[in-house]
């Protein structure tokens, strides 16, 4: 069959203007799993230009860097990268793609995958190798995630999935480790760009983003205003942490939509969630469900969302959040 | 300015339940609507239509009640709709969905934009855009929270990223994916609602669109969904109990344990 001739895992190693993104280091380490449980190859591909760190991909585990480094890709031009991707993809015929379910990842792969007529899953949760096929197993979230699809890609070839940043884990780097960077040329030639990139204009209502927080304070509809959200504020200034909230919230127009986490806004992965005031309807707990501690704070003592905290306190926020800062100040 | 629409049916709610003997998802008894995001896109089509003059096309792959669907994009500004349905185009993935949207509109003749959702309430992934912009060989830009112009041969947007927005120019023809940001979506209008009840909503086979059936629908598709389950959720935390201050030292002593504070 097809799939023979394909060999190896690849990740797609997104930067942009020069800054690695950490979902590449995050799907490096589940390639690596992946590889090692095929006895194959794990390679980074990575578009761009001036990139900083490109050995930062080695150390968390690829085994080659696929390097295309050219001032043609610095604008993140999509029509450039989807031609490039499809180029490299059927040069090397890598078996597997993961790439990261950023704007820009969702953007490209599902280009590449149509270009190069094979199956794509979008958001998984979940990555295994079927030992008697070699095929890959890919778990994603449907319906907001009230119900789980295990999906493979039999014919098609590479298999390619997206996934979501912070939904796994990046490995401790290991800078001694060896690996072998392939310098790839790029050429213009023949390649037409349809759009053009006039103005990036970035977001500065966000202090601490909150994917790279390891302290979130998330609130939501129970907190009834946006004014009340001064108190989440002040509580997470004490632990020196990030704000977020549910969609309820946002679309309240209470907190700006890029804190929102959730099936519509980002998935996060800190150390520390505290959700206040927040029932923990599904399309919630799907972005935030794989923080190591999860504190749920709410007066309804069925709310869904005690079912993943690990700790809960079921009462009264306004009297909750304000004894916790007043108790956190004078530790 | 010709504007095609994609739209999809979708259950009016996501808490819909797997049932353990098929491992099919219960989709009985559960109100179909606009998946709620492609209404943003429906929204926009219509406004573009009012501002540069034009005709908005409604096109949706799906069973045979879609047209009650369709029918509504009517009342809600379309010009035109278009029902895609075959028993060849059942259990389509992203690709086969994207393939048979773009014969579609390969039938429909000239167009200058196609709007889509930027992603469906049910299979949640955002792919269908993209790859009808491949298939079609059209400039395509995602994530749009705005439209800042429109001329002849060329747009420009506002297109969302993670560390805040770009502006973008692209060719036309053009796909784009748009935000719930991007408008308030209206309701029916009651010249919109009548216009809907006598509209004639074509239905196109695969054969009409000189589709091979094996290229469309579940054989055309390059993925496979194996299984699907319900998750299950297990409470493992510790509810604290007794005097709310002491429910507050006990929280504060586990997190500084497990070195979290």
Redo the contacts between chains.
């Keep these: 069959m097809e799939g023979e001739s394909y060999r190896g895992i690849w990740v797609f190693a997104e930067q ?1 203007q020069g800054k690695l993104k950490d979902v590449a280091y995050e799907l490096l380490a589940k390639g690596r799993e992946l590889a090692d449980s095929l006895k194959t190859e794990l390679s980074a591909v990575c578009l761009g230009h001036g990139i900083d760190g490109v050995n930062e991909l080695i150390a968390h585990g690829a085994d080659k860097v696929y390097l295309v480094d050219s001032p043609d890709l610095a604008d993140n031009q ?2 450039l990268y ?1 031609r490039k991707l499809v180029e490299l993809i059927q040069r090397y015929k890598p078996e597997i793609v993961l790439a990261g379910a ?3 990842g ?3 792969i ?2 590449v ?3 190069l ?7 998984c949760t979940g990555l295994e190798i079927d030992a008697d096929s070699r095929l890959l ?1 890919q778990t ?17 070839r590479p298999q390619m999935a997206t996934v979501r940043p912070r939904v796994f884990r990046k490995n401790q780097p290991d800078r001694a480790r060896k690996g072998e960077i392939v310098k790839v040329d790029f050429d213009r030639q023949g390649v037409t760009s ?11 209502t966000e202090t601490v983003r909150i ?1 790279e927080a390891d ?1 979130i304070v998330a609130g939501g509809r129970g907190l009834g205003s946006g004014k009340n959200f001064d108190l989440l504020r002040e509580l997470a200034s004490v ?1 020196g942490a990030a704000v977020a909230a549910s969609r309820p919230a946002v679309d309240e127009g209470w907190v700006p ?1 890029s804190h929102q986490v959730g ?2 806004g ?1 998935t996060v992965c800190p ?2 969630y505290f959700a206040i005031g927040i029932s923990g309807a ?2 919630h ?1 799907v972005g935030m469900q794989t923080s ?5 704070i709410n007066d309804d ?1 069925n709310a ?1 969302i ?10 009264d926020l306004f ?2 959040v304000p ?2 800062i007043d ?2 100040k004078r ?1 | 300015m010709k504007v095609v629409v994609c739209l999809k049916q979708v ?1 009016a709610t ?5 049932d353990p003997q098929t491992n099919t ?1 219960i989709r009985e008894g559960v109100k179909s609507i606009i998946n709620p995001l492609d209404t943003y896109a429906l929204e926009e089509g219509v406004r573009l239509k009012e501002r540069c003059g034009g005709k908005v096309t409604a096109l949706s792959m799906g069973p045979p009640q879609a047209e009650e669907m369709l029918r509504e994009a009517i009342s809600l500004g379309a010009d035109e709709a278009v029902l895609l349905c075959d028993k060849a185009f059942a259990g389509a ?3 086969a969905t ?1 393939y048979t949207l773009a014969a579609a509109i390969g039938k429909l003749g000239e167009y200058d934009l196609v709007i889509c959702g930027r992603q469906t ?7 269908v ?3 009808l ?3 079609l060989g ?6 749009v929270s705005k439209i800042e112009e429109i001329a002849e041969d060329r747009l ?1 947007v506002r ?13 036309l023809p ?1 796909v784009i994916t748009v935000v ?2 991007i408008n308030t979506p209206r309701l029916p209008s009651l010249r919109g609602l009548a216009r809907a009840k006598g509209a004639a909503i074509p239905v196109w086979t695969a054969g009409e669109l000189g589709l091979d059936p094996k290229l469309v629908g579940l054989s055309g ?11 299950q ?8 109990q007794g005097e ?2 002491d ?3 006990g ?2 002593n ?2 500084k344990e ?1 070195g ?2």
């Design positions: 942009r999509e029509d989807t950023t704007a820009f969702r953007a490209v599902p280009r995958a149509a270009i007529k094979t199956g794509l899953t979008a958001d197993v994603k979230p449907a319906f907001g995630g009230n119900v789980m699809a295990v999906i493979t890609c039999p014919v098609g349809r759009t053009r990139l006039l103005q990036f204009v970035e977001d500065i994917e302290i632990l939509y099936q519509t980002k150390k520390l599904v399309q707990l190591d501690i999860i504190v749920a003592p869904p005690f079912e993943v905290a690990t700790y809960g306190i079921v009462g009297k909750v004894l916790l108790k956190l530790r | 259950p996501t808490e819909v339940k797997v998802i993935d992203t690709w994207a309430l049910d299979g949640d992934t955002g792919q855009g993209p790859q912009a491949e298939i059209v400039a395509f830009i995602a994530y420009r297109r969302m990223i993670e560390e805040g927005y770009e502006v973008i120019e692209a060719a053009a719930k940001e598709s390059f993925t496979r969904v194996i299984r699907v389950f319900s998750p959720r297990t409470s493992r935390g510790e509810i604290f709310l201050e429910q507050v030292e929280l504060i586990k997190l497990a979290a504070i």
